[in-house]
């Protein structure tokens, strides 16, 4: 006797019944599993990515908005702090390194960051085709920007105004893509780097006295055409040398020329652990800017989803635990259906241990499709929203990470299984031939 045929004989007999409880089942088990999926995920990113930060300074306003904005780039920026602001956090004695953030443009809904080369080294960042920016105007493009949008070294584009793709373009200021980073796991795979001075070059208006004399000088190259093509290639290699070279040392645009320019904000790492008590206060109490710890933000940012997570969580149980429910009813209802079907086989051979194991089988085989499912429907779930809303690709949730946990989570589905056939099985145990038969 094949109890594995049997029994999926039996559940195929009922498919309606069979269906329902795999679904409700699958649907309990998609839900915990996309929460330990991206919960998982989620927690690791951030930690990774504020890795090295031990506060961030910034305009007044929400610090968790400070925190998003200006480390993991999914929110708009709280406002700009003048250069001249940051000169008392640069001399502050506490302060060891400075990373300075301009923000304010995108290209095709992607940021472009306003930073320095420091920037990349805090994620181990390194170029896997063409070189770092030394000019404005230069971009260097991560990972999956440049995979999603198919760039390559040598591409211009047009920025926009504005963290949207419906923005302003400044369709004066062309940008040049001279390099693409290896993808490194962190948010720089998501953004356009370049420098501080690009920032401010792309919303810096030209002289109109310096286009009247462009225009002019056209004029008069016009009447000659091959005096106008040697002047032309005059003019291209002009304007290469024109370019403007950017510094290379940290904070090398603070200069008493620039003082008039504007940051968004600055990544901050003490010289000393006991900073992080007194510089916050020293920044929020005696300057027009704040200051914000990513640690604690963090923690607070995870406590706020973490209610919502345990919300979707008890929903997911409720799910799982009906359908275990609806496994055991299904099953005891069909021992009243089946009672001269196993008197049979009895007769025919069948032991009280095999008609036993064969319900246990069937309430496993119910309860471990279901999971698997439930499993597949989490996967793909969340393939589905981080490849559909962009802001979800900012923590490279991975859908195809197979955390240890979802072993568990089918090992816990055995069990389940097995607790909910475990009276209908001790029903079919104590089956008697005689008295069914009789009947």
Not at 161 to 174: F, R
Not at 217 to 225: A, I, L
Not at 243 to 254: D, I, L
Not at 364 to 374: P, Y
Request: charged share 20%; proline share 3%; net charge negative.
């Amino acid at each position: 006797m094949n109890i594995f045929k049997l029994s999926y004989s039996y559940l195929k007999k009922s498919p309606l019944n069979t269906g329902l409880n795999i679904l409700l089942l699958a649907l309990g088990i998609a839900t915990i599993t996309s929460l330990l999926l991206f919960n998982n995920q989620f927690r690791n990113n951030l930690i990774q990515n504020a890795e090295g930060i031990d506060v961030v300074v910034g305009a007044k306003g929400s610090p968790i908005q400070l925190i998003l904005s200006s480390i993991y780039h999914i929110d708009s920026p709280t406002g700009n702090i003048s250069l001249e602001e940051t000169h008392g956090v640069l001399m502050n004695p506490m302060v060891a390194e400075v990373i300075p953030l301009a923000l304010g443009d995108s290209f095709e809904g992607y940021r472009i960051v306003g930073t320095e080369r420091s920037y990349l080294t805090l994620y181990s960042a390194e170029i896997n085709e063409g070189n770092f920016w030394e000019y404005s105007k230069e971009v260097v493009a991560g990972a999956k920007v440049a995979e999603k949008l198919q760039l390559s070294v040598g591409d211009s584009i047009i920025s926009s105004h504005g963290i949207e793709e419906e923005g302003a373009s400044h369709e004066d200021s062309p940008l040049i893509i001279v390099g693409i980073l290896e993808e490194s796991g962190s948010v720089l795979d998501q953004l356009l780097l370049t420098s501080v001075e690009t920032v401010w070059d792309v919303h810096d208006h030209s002289d109109p006295d310096e286009d009247h004399e462009e225009e002019e000088h056209e004029e008069e190259d016009h009447h000659d055409e091959e005096h106008h093509d040697e002047e032309h290639h005059d003019h291209d290699e002009g304007h290469s040398e024109q370019r403007t070279k950017v510094s290379t040392e940290p904070m090398g645009f603070m200069t008493d020329d620039n003082l008039d320019k504007e940051l968004t904000s600055l990544l901050i790492t003490y010289r000393s652990p006991i900073a992080g008590a007194m510089f916050p206060r020293f920044i929020n109490d005696q300057t027009d800017m704040q200051a914000a710890a990513p640690g604690f933000e963090i923690t607070r940012l995870l406590s706020l989803l973490g209610i919502g997570f345990d919300v979707l969580r008890i929903f997911g149980i409720i799910l799982i635990l009906a359908s275990i429910l609806g496994v055991f009813i299904a099953l005891y209802n069909a021992m009243k259906e089946r009672k001269y079907d196993l008197a049979i086989m009895r007769t025919l051979g069948g032991s009280r241990v095999t008609l036993m194991a064969q319900i246990l089988l069937e309430g496993v085989l119910l309860v471990l499709s279901g999971s698997i499912l439930g499993i597949l429907f989490a996967h793909f779930g969340i393939a589905f929203l981080s490849g559909s809303y962009q802001q979800a690709e900012q923590f490279n949730i991975d859908p195809w990470v197979f955390l240890p946990e979802e072993f568990l989570i089918l090992g816990g589905a055995v069990l389940l299984g097995i607790f909910s056939a475990l009276v209908p099985s001790i029903i079919a145990y104590r089956t008697s031939i005689s008295t069914t038969l009789s009947k």
